[in-house]
Each structure stands twice: as C-alpha cells, then as structure tokens.
C-alpha cells in the first residue's frame, strides 16, 4: 500500500509562515490527486487545498491568497506553503492521496497521513 509522511508542523505566531510537506511512497508510478484537510478541536475535518498531477489547485475559501499548494511528482511529495497565518488556522493537518497508480499498473487505495499539528498564537 501507499505510505504517507508528513513533517512541518510546529507552533508560529500569526502572521508567520510555516511549509508542510508530504511525501508518498511505495511503488509507485502516478498519483492523481494530493490534498490536505485539516481537523481543529471540535470540528469537523475540512478540505484545505487539493492538486492534480497536471497542477491544477483547489482551495478552500478560508485559505485563498493565504495558502499555495504545490506537488513534485517526480518526488511523489505535495507541499502547503501557509503563509499570514491565523489563529483559526490552528489545527492538526492530514495529507492525503487518491487516484495512486502502482508501477506495475494496478491502483492503490486511498491513503491518509498521520496528521501534523499546526499552532498559530495570537
């Protein structure tokens, strides 16, 4: 199956900026989408950007001018560059992939990291 690590969490003050990473592997050959979602105390966990392997980005309103997503697929690693941070932007970040390709053709299931925890003060 697909393995996923993420590191780039830490505590910043708002205004500061923090890049997450996430690196997938396996055998792998492609990987269609790569996203991060982020889950805050007593919430529910939420769509924050999404790439495609040909780069096309989505974000979730909240995070627009403030967050860019971005993907090497040579290395099978996506990034989040969170920049003006917020204290609402406080919460454990999951990376996740879908739509892995194996190299040998067959499809891997979904996959969901072990979650980075983001700490912005105020």
């Known amino acids: 199956q697909v393995q996923v690590v993420e590191s780039g969490g830490g505590l910043v003050q708002a205004g500061g900026s923090l890049r997450l990473s996430c690196a997938a592997s396996g055998s792998i050959f492609s990987i269609n989408v790569m996203g991060w979602y982020r889950q805050a105390p007593g919430k529910q966990r939420e769509l924050v950007a999404s790439i495609t392997s040909l780069a096309h980005a989505t974000y979730a309103d909240s995070v627009k001018g403030r967050f860019t997503i971005s993907r090497d697929n040579a290395k099978n690693t996506v990034y989040l560059e969170m920049n003006n941070l917020k204290p609402e932007d406080t919460a454990v970040y999951y990376c996740?992939?879908?739509?892995?390709?194996?190299?040998?053709?067959?499809?891997?299931?979904?996959?969901w990291g072990q979650g980075t925890l983001v700490t912005v003060s105020s």
């Open positions: 996740h992939t879908d739509g892995v390709v194996a190299g040998n053709g067959d499809r891997y299931l979904e996959a």
